[in-house]
């Protein structure tokens, strides 16, 4: 028989470290945050979030402290306005504490000019309606792929990206 602290202690959430990666629930949490700011508007995307590293002596002071003080940090691209943004998120009080707008106007990453391209192409009917007539019936096993240097700025027509 397994004595009662034993099983008190397994069902007890690991100590967290100032280091862990992100969880499920802070992700959530932080999306959660940015959602009720007001800034997150819906031509945005998420490029990454992710926890901002505290400094180190921080981190030798909260190692073992059962209120590890974390914030999550939130790269983001406003594809309307080609604003791209780096957010703060304070995890413990569930509060935005930074909203910077950063100096580039391409989006941080080229995987965001892939997924936006996905998105945009598979959600059009004349894209899924060539691929029925070509006998495709799954738009799913199709891959899109770019083709788009690393350092290469999109052009624009009208203002507006084009790929």
Do not use: Y
Not at 28 to 45: C, D, F, K, N
Not at 72 to 90: G, N, Q, Y
Request: net charge positive.
């Amino acid at each position: 028989m397994i004595p009662a602290i034993c099983i008190l202690a397994l069902l007890a959430p690991p100590q967290q470290d100032p280091l862990d990666p992100l969880s499920a629930a802070e992700i959530t949490a932080a999306r959660r945050v940015l959602e009720h700011s007001g800034l997150l508007a819906a031509t945005m995307r998420f490029a990454t979030l992710t926890l901002r590293e505290p400094p180190k002596d921080a981190v030798l002071t909260q190692r073992g402290s059962p209120a590890i003080g974390r914030t999550a940090e939130a790269i983001l691209f406003d594809w309307a306005t080609s604003t791209p943004v780096r957010a703060h998120v304070d995890l413990r009080r569930a509060r935005l504490i930074r909203w910077d707008t950063l100096p580039s106007r391409e989006p941080p990453m080229r995987i965001m000019i892939r997924r936006r391209l996905e998105e945009i192409v598979r959600g059009d009917l004349r894209w899924t309606s060539a691929l029925a007539r070509r006998g495709i019936t799954d738009p799913s096993l199709v891959s899109l792929i770019p083709a788009l240097r690393e350092s290469q700025q999109l052009d624009t027509e009208n203002g507006h990206r084009v790929v």
